[in-house]
């Protein structure tokens, strides 16, 4: 029997981005009803206890990743300055933060959000499995008013289809679920293969090495190649990367569309638009990457060679990521723990891999470290309205002549971008029948949260739908602007009435040029990352974090002075009392 109830805010996950929207919705709107659903037993979504395999640790170290309103204190979570949070200590930082801001009540685990349907009259249908055996779960519908879906990037795993896994006879699984197969594989595996080159696959790794068991290592021929792997600290300076990427200063040398939101217009305009301004961009990436090489040493062994970078880190963006590890992990390399093998696998036997190399793996289990689908888990009706929400969609036609338009405005701007790396020439997508068509169109939405379709509605929004090394005051930002937005208090058009009447263009359009343009520029910047697939993110955060804070009116420079604005890392504690902030502003601007 179908249940209907109403709530006016319906937030899907219950993560970084999902628990800190209900507390910015609530500070802002206390008597409203907000209801948090959680498909998983647990909260913190790729925090949750279900995905906590062992090893897991964040790659930022403590005091760059936390909310700026509750510091993850040492006295509290015992996590020293300098060290990387342990994926255990995370997920009882979220829960503990959810439990003071009384947050923890509102959230429904064990709800699975089947489907989205937009209701002709306003608002959005929920339909909701509730209980973990779907065979015999609940079904109930919940009217949203208003709907934030939160779910983020990194939810549904990537499984690709490989000839003979029927007759593997052995587990085959994605990285998200080694803890359910951890403790039975370090007691009983002699071997065991990983196949991918992302830093789950290191984490994998790592986590079956450190006790003993031989990993055979696979990065595909025909992929992207090993992810970047910086220490944690870099540059000869050895900045701290996560604050490498927040100091002001440096985000200057990154190209980014929205750049000119810093307010340092001349000095951007100079390094990418001029050549003497462009070559010392290419020195400062050409330093910063032949310092991780060294670093790390790739060249001084033929097995660690491996597993040097196929692409240039200028292009590449999230997927750079850090060795977080308690000992060197290249000693596992060159001892011949971890045996790398550059091949693709063509078919699966009894415990045995085959690769293209023709060589014969010996298996007690796979373990895939593919990626993600990068579209919400969940279905919105009616059917094709995906492209209507900005989400990910397939189509045959070419670029519409917007995204050609959107494309000359890049590379005028930057012609750096012109020249873009050579991808690996063999490279062909995996592929999975489990998965959704090739969505081939990225999202499109504006600010990276909203539909342009359904601007002027303000009933549906997503929160975390960008990578970066800023989750959680990127988190932050963006829900004290969806919840100024959704409350009407957010001025989306920046002009005045009198230079809207001058204008040759409307608002709608000029929404819609600015998020295809912000959204098309990944495609060119990162294409050794997903930047064409989804905003993607590295020293872009930084005017992203400024731009948000602009659209609301408050400051955007918080350091007082301009050395210490330009030179000094921006960190959580920068954005501290945001919320006491706007509710001063008290804006009350509607569209």
């Known amino acids: 029997m179908v249940t209907m109830e109403n709530a006016d805010l319906v937030i899907i996950g219950a993560g ?261 301004g462009r070559k010392i961009v290419d020195g400062f990436w050409g330093v910063l990457a032949n310092d991780v090489k060294d670093l790390n040493g790739y060249d001084k062994h033929p097995e660690t060679k491996k597993l040097k970078p196929w692409t240039s880190a200028f292009w590449v963006a999230s997927s750079l990521s850090i060795l977080n590890y308690p000992t060197d992990f290249f000693d596992y390399v060159r001892n011949g723990t971890i045996k790398i093998h550059i091949a693709d696998i063509t078919h699966l036997s009894s415990k045995t891999v085959h690769l293209s190399t023709r060589e014969s793996l010996k298996a007690d289990a796979l373990i895939c470290s593919t990626g993600w689908q990068h579209h919400p888990p969940v279905k919105f009706l009616p059917e094709g309205i995906d492209r209507e929400l900005g989400l990910p969609y397939h189509a045959e036609a070419p670029d519409d002549t917007l995204v050609q338009k959107a494309d000359e405005e890049i590379l005028n701007r930057f012609p750096r971008l012109s020249s873009q790396p050579e991808i690996n020439p063999l490279y062909k997508p995996l592929e999975s029948t489990k998965s959704k068509a ?66 040759k263009s409307s608002l709608e359009d000029e929404i819609e040029w600015e998020t295809i343009l912000h959204s098309q520029f990944g495609k060119w910047r990162y294409p050794g990352g997903f930047g064409a697939r989804y905003p993607d993110f590295v020293f872009d955060a930084l005017p992203y974090m400024d731009m948000l804070l602009k659209d609301l009116g408050l400051k955007s420079h918080r350091k007082g002075g301009f050395f210490a604005e330009c030179f000094r890392p921006y960190g959580p504690s920068d954005y501290r009392g945001l919320v006491d902030e706007w509710r001063v502003k008290g804006s009350k601007k509607m569209l």
């Not at 959005?124 to 109930?140: E, R």
């Open 16 to 276: 970084w981005h999902g628990l800190v929207t209900a507390k910015t919705y609530v500070d802002v709107n206390p008597s409203a009803m907000v209801v948090v659903l959680e498909a998983a037993r647990t909260i913190g979504g790729v925090w949750a206890k279900h995905r906590l395999y062992p090893g897991l640790k964040s790659n930022n170290m403590v005091g760059t990743y936390e909310y700026s309103d509750f510091p993850m204190d040492e006295s509290t979570f015992g996590v020293k300055t300098g060290e990387h949070i342990p994926g255990q200590v995370v997920h009882e930082y979220l829960h503990s933060y959810a439990e003071k801001f009384d947050i923890y009540r509102r959230i429904r685990f064990q709800s699975k959000v089947e489907t989205v349907e937009r209701r002709q009259d306003g608002g959005w249908i929920l339909t909701i499995t509730q209980g973990s055996d779907n065979a015999h779960a609940d079904k109930t519908q919940l009217l949203a008013h208003k709907l934030i879906v939160a779910t983020g990037l990194t939810s549904e795993p990537f499984l690709p289809d490989i000839t003979g896994s029927a007759s593997f006879d052995a587990p085959i699984f994605h990285c998200r679920y080694l803890l359910d197969n951890a403790d039975t594989l370090f007691k009983t595996a002699t071997s065991v293969t990983v196949f991918g080159g992302t830093k789950s696959a290191w984490d994998a790794a790592y986590a079956f090495a450190s006790k003993g068991i031989t990993v055979d290592w696979i990065i595909r021929e025909s992929g992207h190649g090993p992810v970047w792997m910086a220490p944690p600290y870099v540059t000869p300076l050895k900045i701290w990367i996560e604050k490498l990427v927040t100091t002001r200063f440096l985000t200057w040398f990154s190209p980014c569309i929205w750049g000119d939101w810093d307010g340092f217009v001349g000095i951007r305009r100079f390094f990418h638009s001029t050549r003497i």
């Open 438 to 503: 090739s969505l081939n169109r990225p999202y499109r939405l504006y600010r990276f949260m909203i539909p342009p379709a359904f601007i002027e509605d303000r009933s549906i929004a997503f929160n975390g739908m960008i990578q970066s090394f800023c989750t959680s005051t990127a988190a932050q930002l963006q829900a004290l602007w969806l919840t100024a937005y959704l409350d009407g208090n957010l001025s989306i058009d920046q002009k005045t009435p009198e230079q809207r009447l001058e204008s």
